[in-house]
């Protein structure tokens, strides 16, 4: 009867090691999932503010040009 209770007592103790990698993820298989990483595009973005960055310096120096004809 002590032989059951240890092997009894190992399966309740791996059941408590993988309970305890709660981050980690099993597949179907037991190994490990992979983690995927998060890789988002935005290059549009730098597109969009070096458009913007333009447009910004191209008023200034409309806005710097009307005032040497306004003065």
């Known amino acids: 009867m002590s032989k059951k209770s ?8 791996t059941s408590s090691q ?3 990698l709660s981050g980690q993820e099993t597949s179907a298989t037991g190994a490990p999932a992979k ?6 595009d935005y290059t549009y973005v ?11 310096g191209s008023f ?11 003065r």
Do not use: N
Request: positive net charge; glycine residues 2%.
């Open 35 to 40: 983690a995927t990483e998060f890789k988002p």
């Open 18 to 20: 993988q309970s305890a």
């Open 46 to 56: 730098i597109k969009d503010l070096r458009r913007i960055g333009m447009l910004v």
């Open 6 to 13: 240890k092997r009894q007592s190992r399966r309740d103790s």
């Open 60 to 70: 200034i120096v409309i806005l710097v040009i009307l005032t040497f004809f306004l």
